[in-house]
């Protein structure tokens, strides 16, 4: 009796809604979440947990999930020494130098700033901080996910850094 009442209920975890976990530092976007087919679903992950003590330069990286695919995956969990570097992460570099220091306290810190789930579409900010570029004055990722129906969602990125001179999306 309980496989037969459990057939036509959702699992939480597959199809869950959009969701904000400041605690564990993500911010999770969900689109396709009502479809049972996990083809149709897909998901963008930005940390944006603190790094102190962590030794990643992964603050404010991105991981998209479609098509029941890792479809960019975090580079960074590689293995030492590659997973210390902002280039091995899908995150900005800042002037050439990974935005979060490599050392193992590297003072650096993100925030949650704005997660919103409206019609059709998902909404996710996040800053950051690093004693790497003490003068940034605002380093940023917002994303954007637009459902366009069962042929897939579009992905919108935007890595936005203020007192660099070189900014490149890695």
């Not at 990722?141 to 900014?167: F, I, K, P, W």
Request: aromatic letters at 8%; charged letters at 20%.
């Amino acid at each position: 009796s309980i496989q037969r009442a459990a057939r036509n209920t959702r699992n939480p975890v597959v199809h869950g809604d959009s969701v904000c976990m400041p605690d564990l530092g993500y911010s999770h976007l969900e689109l396709g979440s009502e479809s049972p087919d996990l083809k149709l679903k897909a998901a963008f992950s930005l940390h944006h947990g603190s790094g102190r003590g962590h030794a990643h330069g992964d603050l404010l990286d991105l991981t998209l999930l479609a098509y029941n695919r890792r479809i960019i995956p975090d580079g960074g969990r590689a293995g030492w020494p590659w997973m210390r570097f902002t280039a091995q992460h899908n995150t900005v570099e800042v002037d050439r130098t990974s935005f979060q220091s490599t050392g193992v306290n590297s003072g650096a810190y993100g925030y949650p700033i704005l997660l919103r789930s409206l019609r059709g579409a998902r909404f996710a900010s996040a800053g950051g901080w690093s004693s790497s570029h003490p003068d940034l004055k605002d380093f940023r990722r917002d994303v954007v996910m637009v459902d366009l129906g069962v042929h897939g969602g579009r992905m919108v990125l935007r890595g936005d850094s203020a007192g660099g001179t070189e900014n490149a999306l890695r």
